[in-house]
Nanobody
């Protein structure tokens, strides 16, 4: 399984950005997907997860009310729409995949993308 993240970049405070992650190598709908992030000098932080069908999502405190996770099983891609961005959202955003239900713990995810950098300017 390979995960390829894309869509990061520089955005101003209050702006929006969508990051995406494409999975290849195995049937996409076998996997729950999640987004984590790591800010400067910080550890890995749970952002959002979505189950295999897209019918169940969960958000970390940092994302609730501002971010939305979705998946397109036909295109083997998961998206994270980020709105009302703040400077503290600056981080490398990683997508991760696991068989079975999604979890908030990062250590249960088997596959990881390379990360995409999101920078929010003040």
């Amino acid at each position: 399984v390979q995960l390829q993240a894309s869509g990061g970049g520089l955005v101003q405070t209050g702006g929006s950005l969508r990051v995406s992650c494409a999975l290849s190598g195995r049937p996409f709908n076998h996997y729950a997907l999640a987004w984590f992030r790591q800010g400067p000098g910080s550890g890995l932080e749970f952002v959002a997860s979505i189950n295999w069908s897209g019918g169940s999502t969960e958000y970390g405190d940092v994302a609730r009310g501002r971010f939305a996770v979705s998946r397109d099983n036909a295109k083997s891609t998961v998206h994270l729409q980020m709105n009302s961005l703040k400077p503290e959202d600056t981080a490398v955003y990683f997508c991760a995949a696991r068989k079975g239900p999604p979890r908030v713990r990062d250590d249960v995810y088997e596959y990881w993308g390379q990360g995409t950098l999101v920078t929010v300017s003040s």
